[in-house]
């Protein structure tokens, strides 16, 4: 181990040994020792096994399926922290499960859940955040300890970059409020942008409307942060293929994949779904062979080290 990260201790929830076990790696350490389960009645537990005093804890995981459980788990893990006198406690949860309720659509009397997420975060003991390409960076605003947004763009348009021919490449924004990210890319990667306006009738229900820009011979690689029921990709996919698109590739950053979103990618135009490894997959998903996942050990192994060492986030994406 690197004699400067002798303070530093990183622990894995139950979502993440995936990610953490190459995230130590690349750190050139071992996990902490943790050990976590359910009593009889279901609930959660967990108790650190090595010395915490005085130490910088980063706790690696993410708020994904089964939403519940995960987030509590994280939260009992920072309260043992705390409690274990730990000088610092980051939680990094590279899916922030909650995210996509930040507001109250109409005044309708529903929750902001992001913003209770974020409230049961900070009483667990949690004194920092670091999370990947979250839905809407204004949720930051509703922490009051740091936030740091990990991008996994890096990792994506490099692979972009390779698959693209002679750059006759086209990225797509699936809908109007994912224009900004959709551009940073095209704007990257030196190609145009098309974006796709769609109407959402009802939760989980999108309707392709128009495509603006010209996608006739090819190869479309359409940008999102989550892919989830898959329907506004699938859909999208038949629209571009009909609008004489050579080849229509998806990439996404975290791979929800609710129900039948699986077999929807398998049975759908769309030549390949490119995510990273934000979430653990399940076997329908490792048996789809249009789905493909790359990693971002790295990424954010140099971002742990940095916040560590009280280095600069920004510049790693400069």
Do not use: W
Request: overall charge neutral; proline content about 4%.
């Amino acid at each position: 181990m690197d004699a400067e990260l002798e303070n530093l201790l990183i622990f894995s929830g139950s979502s993440c040994p995936h990610l953490a076990q190459p995230i130590a790696t690349k750190l050139k350490m071992d996990l902490a020792g943790i050990r976590l389960g359910c009593f009889a009645d279901g609930e959660n537990f967990a108790e650190l096994l090595v010395n915490v005093r005085g130490k910088n804890v980063f706790i690696i995981q993410s708020i994904c399926r089964p939403a519940n459980d995960n987030l509590m788990e994280l939260m009992l893990i920072g309260d043992a922290a705390r409690r274990s006198s730990a000088a610092n406690i980051v939680a990094v949860a590279p899916y922030l499960g909650y995210s996509r309720q930040d507001r109250r659509p109409r005044s309708a009397r529903v929750p902001i859940s992001a913003r209770v997420v974020a409230d049961m975060l900070s009483g667990a003991g949690i004194n920092r955040l670091m999370t990947m390409d979250l839905h809407s960076e204004q949720i930051q605003g509703f922490y009051n300890v740091p936030v740091d947004n990990v991008y996994a763009s890096p990792v994506l348009m490099g692979d972009i970059a390779q698959r693209m021919e002679n750059g006759n490449g086209l990225i797509i924004s699936p809908d109007v409020g994912g224009v900004v990210r959709a551009r940073a890319f095209a704007n990257m990667l030196g190609i145009d942008l098309a974006i796709i306006d769609k109407r959402r009738p009802r939760d989980n229900v999108a309707k392709m409307m128009n495509l603006i820009g010209d996608v006739s011979g090819k190869d479309c690689f359409i940008v999102d942060d989550i892919v989830d029921t898959a329907n506004t990709l699938c859909e999208a996919a038949t629209a571009l293929k009909n609008r004489g698109a050579k080849r229509v590739a998806a990439y996404c950053t975290h791979p929800v994949l609710s129900g039948e979103a699986t077999s929807r990618i398998c049975a759908s135009d769309m030549d390949e779904l490119v995510v990273v490894n934000t979430i653990p997959v399940d076997d329908t998903m490792e048996k789809c062979d249009k789905i493909r996942r790359l990693t971002v050990a790295s990424i954010l192994a140099e971002a742990i080290s940095r916040v560590y060492r009280k280095g600069s986030l920004s510049s790693l994406f400069s």
